[in-house]
């Protein structure tokens, strides 16, 4: 089992660029893929990008590809998740997820997750 601690949110403008991270502790990091989800009010939670165990692979939803870059560094036990050309659409609390490899590629469903971090706070101003 992982512990995800997000960090880096905040307020913004609309174009302006922000980078949330994602710290895990406990065993094996290497082996998650890891996600991250955002929840705007009233909205469900939903898929924003994906990174496999290896960082090679990586998977983004419509709405932000193009715009948001997923990464990690595993010798430093953090997932990044950078976000250019900001939009007012994308306020929303962001989380970040752990996902065992058998749960397959790439981790679309929330319910997969072995474990969530507490969210980071993302508002973008018109």
């Known amino acids: 089992q992982v512990q995800l601690v997000e960090s880096g949110g905040g307020l913004v403008q609309a174009g302006d660029s922000l980078t949330v991270s994602c710290a895990v502790s406990?065993?094996?990091?290497?082996?998650?893929?890891m996600g991250w989800f955002r929840q705007a009010p009233g909205k469900e939670r939903e898929f924003v990008a994906a990174i496999s165990w290896t960082g090679l692979r990586t998977y983004y939803a419509d709405s932000v590809k193009g715009r948001f870059t997923i990464s990690r560094d595993n010798a430093k036990n953090t997932v990044y998740l950078q976000m250019d050309f900001l939009k007012p659409e994308d306020t929303a609390i962001f989380y970040c997820?752990?996902?065992?490899?058998?749960?397959?590629?790439?981790?679309?469903?929330?319910?997969?997750?072995?474990?969530w971090g507490q969210g980071t706070q993302v508002t973008v101003s018109s």
């Open positions: 406990g065993r094996s990091f290497s082996m998650y893929s």
């Open positions: 997820a752990a996902f065992a490899a058998h749960k397959g590629w790439p981790p679309l469903d929330p319910t997969d997750a072995a474990s």
